[in-house]
């Protein structure tokens, strides 16, 4: 199958806004709870009602001060409350958002402050307006900057008391569905960002037609639903969920504090919770640590093993007897554990930034917990495939969403239209007439593969697609996925363009290498640099090695690899906001280690 498409469910008409369902749900729902706060070491719960008397006061503000219909607001901040109230409130009093991630360089801010005209920016802290301040010389357009606190945004609001409630109204309402509403700037794997031009109706497409498909709402997404975020709000996926949220009435609450999510996680008892691989790949870690230190890590083993071999069984009929007498025991012994740990009633986790991965998608649904695994990019709103609860293929993407056409080029490139896709980049036609073909499909840059049930796979990224010397052609994602799951391990970067064979840079987990230490003998406080070349430790590094090379043809296996004495950081430059691999500043960084893992072998060839 080269091509498919799923029927749309929604279309935006030209009056229909975001910020509707802030109005809808106060005055039909106005007592409901809508929302938690995160207040100290507290949830503070917001009702339907408050949220938008807060919105509409916000935006007064907004409007006294001079904001006027289609001009720019940045928010650079974390995950909170206050990010989604401010971020209605500029769409109430006229205006569009600009995202920008706290880890943001000087000059990244510099550059989308100044690309995109923004006239203010709310910031999260001293350090950040310090930052903005830093730059502000070169930003004409910028009129002011506000701390993203109680006290500056109370003098906003009172700011905004004179303000006729019914102006804020007329103002909210004078927009159309086609004005734009925010503009995202790509996260910068390579190059300048580009900032995606996105329009009400695009986000409305996309948030409206994931309600629509089938068993989202009755399952997922309803007033019977609580969901913590924790990817940035800055991310696209993380907009769009609290757009759906808002929209299906879930209690939405907000973190910024991923490191830290398991007690949050357990005192907020979220049915779905959203987040980058990080915080799954460390639920897990943590877990198989706890095992191994008390003794029962062989236990902890099996009931790995037996998750994933009943998970799919599920997607091939059923798992055997005995994996399903074993599943039974471990659930209580093992699972009901796990589940514990991510507060009890989780039913759903979704990954953002990132993908999950096969054995991690497996092990949670073994687990008894289901990962709505789906595909979508800054450009397209998000998710336009998805596995719908109830028609999850682990492995795959989904299938399409109501309203998106999916096809694959000849080349292997997926391809996309829908009312989801943006229009263009800000001031950059050049790169807006490369992101469409001649027949307006969207080029998405990755390499897929559709099966006969129009469930779409990705295989890697067109630009990160490896040749080596030998002309194979390796996407490196497949092999990095699995490598990433083993628990000594934080990131894995495949090489080999160019190269005899495929090598990979491995980095140890900081957190799970003491527990190793520890069991090997070693002082727990050891340095990469003391135990790199430990016999034991790279014994288990190639295990790991040899399990990725089994989702591989031999041509296209690991034949060497370097652990890396650095670790693979936002503040290095080396990863995005949303922990995703900048693989050519890497491959730059890491040169001189690249090369001596082909010293021999080119010398002994040339």
């Not at 940045?74 to 205006?95: N, R």
């Not at 003491?514 to 430790?537: F, I, N, Q, R, S």
């Not at 990725?548 to 430059?573: C, M, P, W, Y």
């Amino acid at each position: 199958m080269h091509e498919t498409s799923e029927p749309i469910a929604y279309v935006p008409a030209p009056q229909d806004l975001l910020s509707d369902d802030v109005v809808t749900n106060a005055r039909e729902h106005g007592d409901e709870v809508g929302y938690s706060r995160r207040v100290g070491d507290t949830w503070r719960r917001v009702t339907h009602a408050q949220f938008a008397k807060e919105v509409v006061d916000l935006a007064a503000g907004l409007m006294a001060w001079g904001l006027q219909p289609g001009e720019r607001v940045a928010i650079m901040a974390g995950t909170s409350y206050e990010w989604m109230l401010c971020d209605f409130a500029i769409w109430t009093s006229g205006g569009a958002t600009v995202p920008i991630y706290e880890t943001s360089s000087a000059e990244q801010v510099e550059w989308i402050l100044g690309d995109s005209g923004s006239v203010a920016a709310f910031v999260a802290s001293d350090e950040l307006a310090a930052t903005v301040g830093g730059v502000r010389a070169s930003l004409p357009d910028l009129r002011d900057v506000w701390l993203l606190d109680e006290r500056s945004l109370g003098q906003l609001v009172d700011a905004g008391r004179d303000v006729p409630r019914v102006d804020v109204e007329a103002r909210r309402t004078s927009r159309t569905s086609d004005d734009l509403a925010t503009i995202i700037y790509t996260s910068g794997t390579t190059g300048r960002p580009k900032g995606c031009t996105i329009t009400h109706a695009n986000l409305l497409s996309s948030v409206r037609n994931v309600l629509a498909a089938p068993n989202v709402t009755e399952l997922v997404f309803n007033e019977r639903s609580r969901t913590l975020l924790f990817i940035p709000v800055a991310h696209i996926l993380a907009r769009v969920i609290q757009l759906a949220a808002v929209r299906a009435r879930v209690h939405l609450a907000h973190s910024s504090d991923a490191k830290n999510a398991a007690p949050l996680l357990v005192d907020f008892e979220p049915t779905v919770v959203l987040a980058v691989p990080y915080v799954f790949e460390k639920i897990y870690n943590t877990a198989k640590h706890k095992a191994r230190s008390e003794g029962k890590g062989w236990i902890f083993d099996r009931a790995d093993h037996v998750a994933g071999a009943y998970s799919e069984g599920v997607d091939h009929g059923g798992a055997g007897v005995l994996t399903g007498i074993e599943h039974a025991v471990f659930d209580r012994l093992v699972y009901a554990k796990l589940r514990a740990a991510i507060g009890g009633h989780t039913e759903y986790i979704v990954s953002g930034g990132a993908p999950l991965g096969s054995r991690l998608g497996h092990f949670f649904r073994g687990v008894g917990i289901n990962p709505l695994e789906g595909y979508g990019l800054t450009e397209t709103c998000a998710g336009v495939t998805l596995n719908l609860p109830g028609r999850q293929r682990i492995g795959t993407v989904g299938r399409p969403l109501p309203g998106v056409s999916v096809r694959i080029a000849d080349d292997g490139e997926v391809l996309l239209k829908g009312g989801q896709v943006f229009a263009g980049y800000w001031n950059n036609d050049a790169a807006t007439a490369d992101a469409f073909d001649e027949e307006g499909w969207f080029r998405t840059g990755d390499l897929g593969a559709l099966d006969d049930d129009g469930y779409l796979r990705i295989t890697g990224r067109k630009k990160d697609l490896i040749v080596t010397s030998g002309g194979k052609n390796v996407a490196p994602a497949v092999l990095e996925d699995r490598l990433r799951a083993h628990w000594l391990l934080s990131e894995a970067v495949v090489v080999g363009d160019d190269r005899p064979f495929v090598g990979a840079l491995l980095t140890l987990d900081l957190e799970t290498l003491p527990l190793w230490l520890k069991e090997k003998g070693h002082a727990a406080d050891a340095g990469v640099a003391t135990v790199e070349k430990d016999p034991m430790l790279l014994a288990s590094l190639q295990h790991a090695v040899d399990d990725a090379n089994l989702a591989v043809s031999k041509a296209e296996q690991i034949k060497k690899f370097r652990v890396l004495h650095d670790q693979l950081t936002i503040e290095s430059g080396l990863l995005t906001p949303t922990l995703k691999v900048k693989r050519a500043a890497v491959l730059k960084r890491f040169a001189p280690e690249i090369d001596e893992l082909y010293a021999k072998d080119e010398s002994r060839t040339g």
